[in-house]
């Protein structure tokens, strides 16, 4: 008897998918155990791992917090491994170093409007008219870390209206590049012999000061976010304009570039640092106070700028011809087709480069610690000459490593986003 076909006359309803193949289990098959090497080299790793953890908990996890020195950590016997309570008796210190306790609320505003200056140029969804305090934000901030008058800020931000309103006035009879210098050249003329005078006579007609705060009261994690963050911040504009002089046809903007990054490439970071502490002073006018924080802020961004310079002009040189041909073609002046075309796809390109830089830099400035402004490490040596903490090591750098850890592991972490952002399909 010949069977009959089956049919089935009902739908059956939606299975989930196989265990293996969703969830953990399905990312560890796909990277841990994909194949014979891969699984032994993963489970030899993760037999490292928990070697390393059986051995470090033990000595990490301690009641030691809320000891006052390292004595009083050997002394007692439920303290077998770290003495954690120089964090917490020097964490104020670690922060803001000689800060004046009573004034710590300005670091810590400074820091907090930082993510709201930042947010606009980090992320799209942030609303656009947030820029306009992206750009004001430097002056607030040295206005609320150094105390004093604010009129001088002020007269330095008028001075970016000012050569606005000169090349907005002669770019039509004087032509885009003629106009543009000429505004450059009233701004820097405003704050060389404008701000000051204008700013003390405001200063005597409406005062608006807060207490001051020298300079060598800084240091501490305070101390490296202002001169990591100064130095990305000024580097990066500073970075594309070598790097568009270095490929110009100008000859004597080109050899200027070139001049200009190769010398500071080819000499370390610690001896502009030298320079900026030491020699720098024979060099300016005698009686002249030159703030040490601002020489390092300056010295830190003029050598970033130069490596800056060498990672965009990659980007640049990536882009194939045809976009520059493509900008010609549409009739857009030189300026017009870095903006729109050109930078845009280069920057785009130069994004690992970029963030490779800024993290490099950040890490960086606890090389001031040699000439004697006190960033963590600096304070951490400190902290080991005194009485109560003379012996201690492991457990002050690994809070300062953890520290600079979060910053640079965020900037990592940010620029992977922003990778997978702007990544075009083909």
Known sequence: MKPEPY???????PQPAPLGETGILRWMKANLFSGPVNSVISIAAGLFVLYVLY????WAIQPSWNATSLSQCQDDPNITGACWGVIHDRFNQLMFAFYPHELQWRPLLAFGLMFVAIAPVLF????????????????????????GSAWPELMVLAGFFIGYAVHKALVGPAGELTAII????????????????VAEMLQGVVPLDITPVESSKFGGLMLSITIGLAGIAFSFPLGIILALGRQSDMFIIKTLSVGYIEFIRGVPLITLLFVASVLLNYFLPRGTNFDLILRVVIMVTLFAAAYMAEVIRGGLAALPKGQYEAADALGLDYW???RLIIMPQALKISIPGIVGTFIGLFKDTTLVSIIGLLDPIGLANSIRGTTDWNGIVWELYLFIALMFWVFTFSMSRYSMYLENKLKTTH
């Open 7 to 13: 049919v089935r006359r009902e739908m059956l309803a």
């Open 55 to 58: 051995r470090l908990l033990p």
């Open 124 to 147: 799209d969804k942030v609303p656009r008219f947030l820029l306009a305090f992206t750009a004001m934000f430097p002056l607030l901030a040295i206005w609320l870390l150094w105390g």
């Open 182 to 197: 000429l505004g450059v050249l009233a701004t820097l003329l405003w704050w060389i012999f404008g701000v000051s005078p």
């Open 336 to 338: 017009k087709a870095m």
